[in-house]
């Protein structure tokens, strides 16, 4: 019988990498996170309905005592397979300006994340952040991790951390995060193909799956208006429209029933200006301007609609609020709603969130895509086994 690599997941979440693993023949061991109702996310889910042997810890990873969990859990220093996690991004942020963030306190949690490399030794470590971990302006702490992780006996696989998208791995998302993925010494292989090949691609057999994946089709007349929203926005000619609209790919309906079936609650004037905002537009094509907006162009996403045609925009703590991006329902006149985010993270629609709204939310927008996750676990495995043999 072959042995089930195992993983722990540090900053977990709400489970979207440690399900991304379990979906990939991985047996997460331990999952730390310090959100109360991301913790229990991930019970109810992974360990309640999967079935899965995870001992899920609901503390603050700063105070967590690392020599005591080898003991919890019953594995010798050096024997697991592989150390996942995603430290808290904010500090590292493209959304904070000039060197906003770079003494953010969470930025030391990349720090922490090493020393549980430390203390475990694992076979392998894949750690993920947003692609402003690898601006000048945090070189410190990079450096500082990758210089940990060469004295401790680690290769980084590439020789650097690697800007990967998600909507090249099946995500319907475009979502660009760094990733670092090291090996120990001994396990450490000449001419590892890392990342793994993109299963999607911008055209051929295995097309970037577009944002209209996550919402029900809707009917003639409103596709009839997308298609002439191609030509008149983007300039397609009439039969490129239909083209377009003719290949997309359409989800399931929301179930009634489904607690994430829910989008924010508006005002009667948000909701005025979401039904002048014509399909395929933002908020410069709703008649609506905020005195904020008067002498800046930027930021032109909020309140826009989501595009069906191609990858969402990435998905984010705030990806409820129109305010936060373009998050707006394709057609009707209310944001997204936490399942069609779900969806865009490629959560199953199973997968069901415990809290509020906003904490939902928060969820869904900092976790790892499920299939992007998949695909690095796998390839992973895949290094794993083949040095074992």
């Known amino acids: 019988m072959v042995r089930k690599l195992t993983a722990i997941d540090l900053f977990s979440g709400a489970g979207g990498f440690s399900l991304a693993a379990h979906n990939a023949g991985v047996d997460v061991l331990a999952a730390i996170e310090f959100d109360q109702h991301a913790a229990e996310t991930y019970k109810h889910n992974l360990v309640d309905r999967l079935d899965a042997k995870t001992q899920v810890y609901a503390k603050d990873i700063t105070e967590f005592d690392i020599d005591s969990l080898l003991n919890d859990i019953g594995i010798k220093k050096g024997s697991l397979d592989i150390l996942l996690g995603g430290p808290p991004c904010q500090g590292f942020s493209s959304h904070r300006i000039n060197d906003s963030g770079k003494d953010d306190p969470r930025n030391d949690l990349l720090i922490r994340y090493f020393d549980f490399v430390e203390h475990l030794k694992p076979k392998s ?26 004295k401790h006996g680690y290769t980084i696989v590439a020789g650097e951390p690697l800007i990967l998208n998600a909507r090249d791995y099946g995500v319907p998302q475009n979502r660009r995060r760094a990733f670092i993925f090291a090996l120990r010494d ?66 399931e309906k929301l179930k009634t029933q489904d607690s994430c079936n829910l989008s924010m609650t508006h005002s009667e004037t948000l909701i005025k200006v979401f039904g002048n905002t014509p399909l395929l537009g933002d908020r410069e094509e709703s008649g609506r301007e905020l005195n904020c907006h008067k002498n800046y162009k930027g930021h032109k996403d909020v309140y826009g609609r989501i595009y069906p045609h191609i990858q969402a925009n990435t998905i984010t703590a705030g990806c409820n609020n129109p305010s936060k991006g373009r998050f707006v329902h394709p057609w009707l006149n209310h944001g997204i709603t936490l399942r069609h985010a779900a969806r865009l993270q490629t959560f199953p629609d199973n997968y069901m969130f415990t809290g509020g709204s906003m904490s939902v939310a928060k969820q869904i927008g900092n976790a790892v895509p499920v299939k992007l996750g998949e695909a690095l676990i796998l390839k992973i495995k895949s290094i794993l086994e083949q040095n074992s043999q």
């Not at 894949?126 to 500082?144: F, I």
């Not at 590892?192 to 799956?209: E, Q, V």
């Open 186 to 251: 001994d396990v450490m292989q000449e001419d590892i193909d890392w990342p793994p090949p993109p299963t999607h691609h911008k055209s051929g057999n295995s097309p970037w799956l577009t944002a209209s994946s996550a919402f029900e089709k809707p009917n003639s007349k409103i596709l009839n208006t997308f298609r002439e929203r191609l030509a008149e926005k983007f300039g397609h000619s009439k039969e490129e429209s239909a083209k377009i609209i003719e290949s997309l790919e359409w989800g």
């Open 125 to 150: 470590f894949l750690v993920e952040n947003v692609p402003g971990l690898l601006w000048p302006r945090h070189e410190k702490y990079l450096n500082d991790f990758l210089n940990l992780a060469k």
